[in-house]
């Protein structure tokens, strides 16, 4: 259930048909307000577990944790970036928002065939994380391309292009805290490293509106090679706990980048 990498089962597609903009977030929720279901949601993460269903089709979810936890260092100097990720992340290749198409990231991501197979992804979490994005309490990053054969499409093109999602992340925010959930990226339709440029600017994200702590839950190689690293659970809930007092705005996300910032001023 950590921030993953992988082929799609299928390569589903969504396109707009117009230029995706982010969208800031709604304010965050007084979570007093919540169904017993999305307080019992948030009350698991400000615990310390996470929920996962057995498959695409279950009804339910169970809840898990884990020692040790996987997180993402925030501080500047700690992701480990390829030459060919900066490359990635410099060159106007994706069109990066936040916000612009939550619940087609969450669906996409049920489709990402995992190493022991399956997903663990069902109606029940597309549902409840749809609902907690909408509270604010949600939020995901998207990488769009030019739709292949619209008149006017592309990054700088006239209006009326149509747009195609190749690669996305999702995860919950409470406080100063950011649990990574999952991410997809699609190759085929272009999207190659897209989920990896989603990830490096949502974590320069966090840490320009001050979140403590990025949680990748139970660890891979993929994000252990993007600079996470592995803690005990009693660190782990110690840095939760702290965290969770911080105010943590989600804001918008900006997208535009600059040498120095790639070069490594604050990766």
């Not at 996470?50 to 498959?55: G, K, N, R, V, W």
């Not at 410099?90 to 969450?106: C, E, I, L, S, Y």
């Not at 999702?170 to 085929?188: D, K, Q, R």
Request: proline share 6%; glycine share 12%.
């Amino acid at each position: 259930m950590s921030l993953s990498f992988g082929s799609p089962e299928r390569e589903s597609v969504v396109v707009v048909r117009e230029a995706p903009v982010s969208v800031p977030a709604p304010p965050p929720a007084d979570l007093a307000g919540l169904d017993d279901e999305l307080s019992m949601l948030v009350s698991g993460y400000q615990q310390g577990y996470f929920p996962m269903a057995p498959s695409r089709r279950a009804r339910r979810v169970r809840w898990y944790t884990a020692d040790p936890r996987c997180v993402v260092p925030l501080e500047p100097g700690r992701l480990a970036l390829a030459r060919s990720l900066r490359s990635a992340v410099r060159r106007p290749k994706f069109v990066v928002t936040g916000n612009r198409a939550f619940q087609a990231v969450v669906r996409l991501c049920a489709t990402v065939r995992r190493v022991e197979g399956g997903t663990w992804i069902n109606d029940w979490i597309i549902d409840r994380y749809t609902e907690l994005h909408r509270r604010g309490l949600a939020h995901s990053v998207e990488a769009w391309v030019p739709e292949a054969g619209v008149p006017g499409s592309g990054a700088g093109g006239g209006g009326g292009g149509g747009w195609r999602l190749v690669g996305g992340l999702y995860g919950v925010h409470l406080g100063g805290a950011f649990f990574g959930e999952s991410m997809f990226s699609l190759p085929a339709h272009g999207g190659t490293d897209a989920s990896k440029v989603c990830f490096v600017h949502l974590v320069r994200h966090l840490r320009e509106q001050g979140f403590a702590l990025l949680d990748s839950q139970m660890a891979n190689h993929h994000m252990l090679s993007l600079g996470a690293v592995e803690i005990p659970a009693g660190a782990y809930l110690q840095a939760l706990g702290t965290a969770l007092l911080r105010d943590a705005r989600w804001d918008q996300l900006r997208a535009e980048w600059t040498e120095q910032a790639v070069s490594g001023a604050w990766i």
